[in-house]
């Protein structure tokens, strides 16, 4: 099992950027897909952005697509989202999790460790 712990939240006015950070403990990190999915006030948790073990692959949700950017740094056991012209509908509680194996998916259910996820409020 992985631990994971989420920081770089806050609160934030429309067009500014942030930086999530997510730390990982536990089995191999590097061996593992990275997710970021978040869940808005009222709505079902969705994706935002994956990357693969080696950080060769990334994918995106499409309403963050060009403005979110995800990466990892395997020897420091993190992955980043940065995200920037941030929009008031980013705002939710934003999440990390490791994925089964070492492939970047889409699908909530191919990740198996949770953080406990950040705060994002995004202000218009």
């Known amino acids: 099992q992985v631990q994971l712990v989420e920081s770089g939240g806050g609160l934030v006015q429309a067009g500014a950027s942030l930086r999530l950070s997510c730390a990982a403990s536990?089995?191999?990190?590097?061996?593992?897909?990275m997710g970021w999915f978040r869940r808005a006030p009222g709505k079902e948790r969705e994706f935002v952005a994956a990357i693969s073990w080696s950080g060769g692959t990334t994918l995106y949700a499409d309403s963050v697509k060009g403005r979110f950017s995800i990466s990892r740094n395997n020897a420091e056991n993190t992955v980043y989202l940065q995200m920037n012209t941030l929009k008031p509908e980013d705002t939710a509680v934003y999440y990390c999790?490791?994925?089964?194996?070492?492939?970047?998916?889409?699908?909530?259910?191919?990740?198996?460790?949770w953080g406990q996820g950040t705060q994002v409020a995004v202000s218009s």
């Open positions: 999790a490791t994925g089964l194996d070492g492939r970047a998916t889409m699908t909530e259910h191919d990740y198996i460790d």
């Open positions: 536990g089995r191999t990190f590097n061996n593992y897909a």
